[in-house]
């Protein structure tokens, strides 16, 4: 039997993928965001323990809903929980689902087998260079992780969804984004880039949780701006 360890479950996910989808959001995650949303899913404090089994019936008892859309395991960190995500990659393709991996590229390595039952990789891009890299995410690996698991996904010619956070004051000027569209010539399979913005709204849980903010007072990123950003990043 294999144990997971589970933040929450959405059944009706829109974004995180294509079509309808059940979430999956694992706990555990080394990286440490600044803007992290969901500082809770970094421990396994508070985890719901679920056997892949289990699991796996709850998703079959809503699969006619999937059929268009699928499964998609997020986090925290997804990678962290190998063994289980395997497992469950594998029992969703036994079922005929399509799965995506909503990631940050950190885990701790068996990215071959986990790939191999993977449909759709969902890249979250922290930043390109690793002086901006470690600043962001506070992980002492520099990019070395990312890199790697970057690398199997190109191997095995995984679709990519890159999805990167854009800040006030960190990484929301022009010259940031003319790099990164730069960083991202160089990546193959790529089928969207997606710009998220922003916003404050983790800030209340950092409080509960007793971790200090490192972004406190940085407004939420304004929607006209990014969707500038967006533009340039979409020319040619
Ligand atoms: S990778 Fe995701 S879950 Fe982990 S700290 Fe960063 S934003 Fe939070």
């Known amino acids: 039997m294999i144990k997971g360890y589970i933040d929450s479950i959405e ?13 999956v959001f694992l706990k555990g995650c080394k ?3 600044l803007f992290c949303h969901n500082p809770e899913t970094w421990t396994r404090a508070n985890a719901t323990e679920i056997t892949s089994e289990e699991l796996i019936k709850r998703i079959h008892k809503y699969h006619s809903y999937y059929q268009d859309g699928g499964v998609t395991f997020s986090g925290g960190e997804p990678l962290l929980q190998p063994e289980f ?6 029992k969703c393709k036994m079922i005929n689902l399509h799965t995506a991996l909503d990631t940050s590229g950190v885990g701790i390595g068996n990215y071959e087998e986990i ?3 993977t449909d759709l990789v969902i890249l979250d891009v922290k930043a390109y260079t690793e002086k901006e890299y470690n600043h962001i995410t506070r992980f002492e690996d520099n990019m070395e992780e990312f890199n ?3 690398e199997v996904c190109q191997k095995l010619n995984k679709p990519l969804w890159i999805r990167q956070v854009i800040v006030p004051g960190i990484n929301d000027t022009k010259e940031y984004i003319i790099g990164l569209k730069e960083y991202l010539k160089g990546i193959k399979n790529i089928e969207k880039i997606e710009l998220l913005p922003y916003h404050e709204l983790g800030e209340s ?8 903010y490192i972004l406190k007072g940085t407004k939420a990123m304004d929607q ?8 340039i990043l979409k020319e040619d």
Not at 11 to 23: A, S, Y
Not at 85 to 90: E, Q, S
Not at 205 to 212: A, C, D, M, R, W
Not at 224 to 231: C, F, M, N
């Open 11 to 23: 059944t009706m996910g829109l974004v995180d993928g294509p079509g309808v989808r059940f979430v």
């Open 31 to 33: 990286l440490r965001c």
């Open 85 to 90: 995500l395997i497992d469950m990659l594998k």
């Open 115 to 117: 790939l191999k039952y």
């Open 148 to 150: 790697k698991f970057l």
């Open 205 to 212: 849980k950092y409080e509960k949780l007793n971790i200090p």
């Open 224 to 231: 006209e701006k990014l969707k500038e950003l967006e533009k």
